[in-house]
Nanobody
Framework: QVQLVESGGGLVQPGGSLRLSCAAS????????MGWYRQAPGKQRELVAT???????NYADLVKGRFTISIDNAGNTVYLQMNSLKPEDTAVYYC??????????????WGQGTQITVSS
């Protein structure tokens, strides 16, 4: 099993910044995809950004140039630096992890979610 614990959510004014963190523990492996998804009220969960163990990153068009995903050297904690936040970024943000050579190679792991509200 893998546990993902998120932190860093909250209320921020438009144009402000926040940094999310997600710490992975349990049966984690060195080959992975980790990242962030978000879900706004009444909408489907959507990709925000992902990072792979080889360093390749992927961003949703809506956040390119404003958000930056990174991971620590141990591959345990993934971060999302969010700048120039907009009201439309308001959502619950979920940490995601997948370990294709792990104990459960077909399973996607999710954090509990953290609320981001962008409002003046």
């Amino acid at each position: 099993q893998v546990q993902l614990v998120e932190s860093g959510g909250g209320l921020v004014q438009p144009g402000g910044s926040l940094r999310l963190s997600c710490a992975a523990s349990g049966s984690i492996f060195s080959i992975y995809t980790m990242g962030w998804y978000r879900q706004a009220p009444g909408k489907q969960r959507e990709l925000v950004a992902t990072i792979e163990s080889g360093g390749w990153t992927n961003y949703a068009d809506l956040v390119k140039g404003r958000f930056t995903i990174s991971i620590d050297n141990a591959g345990n904690t993934v971060y999302l630096q969010m700048n120039s936040l907009k009201p439309e970024d308001t959502a619950v943000y979920y940490c995601y992890a997948h370990y294709p050579y792990g104990l459960e190679p077909s399973k996607a792991y999710w954090g509990q979610g953290t609320q981001i509200t962008v409002s003046s």
